[in-house]
């Protein structure tokens, strides 16, 4: 019995292998960030436009959303989405921006926690 169990672990990381290998690298990592399928989808250009008032509230200037370009998201205890924004300054110079936004829906928490350019991505 005790020579089962190693074979019995060795067919199951086998196994494993070898479904890893069937999906090409394509399955998801638990946790991991993966691409949104839809940024036009109404929800993601309103969180979008929703973290740049955040953002122009906390930093006080007078950024304008425009868009979400693209963007990522990530499970968690809620979501975490990485937005890919333009927005536009006071002086009408549109610039890209990265905003990740935590929400939680069923507790209708939504949080800003953090705000750059995107050169810095």
């Known amino acids: 019995m005790a020579k089962a169990k190693p074979l019995l672990l060795l067919a199951l990381l086998a196994a494993t292998l070898a479904v890893t290998a069937?999906?090409?690298?394509?399955?998801?990592?638990?946790?991991?960030?993966?691409?949104?399928?839809?940024?036009?989808?109404?929800?993601i250009q309103e969180l979008g436009g929703w973290a740049v008032t955040q953002h122009a509230k906390l930093a006080g200037d007078r950024l304008q959303f425009r868009r979400v370009t693209r963007g990522e998201?990530?499970?968690?205890?809620?979501k975490n989405y990485r937005l890919f924004v333009d927005a536009v300054d006071g002086t009408g110079k549109s610039a890209p921006y990265v905003a990740v936004v935590y929400e939680q829906s069923?507790?209708?928490?939504?949080r800003l926690t953090s705000f750059k350019p995107a050169a810095n991505y």
């Open 22 to 43: 069937a999906l090409g690298g394509r399955g998801r990592i638990v946790g991991g960030w993966g691409p949104i399928g839809d940024v036009t989808d109404p929800h």
């Open 73 to 78: 998201q990530q499970v968690v205890s809620g």
């Open 106 to 110: 069923w507790t209708r928490t939504r």
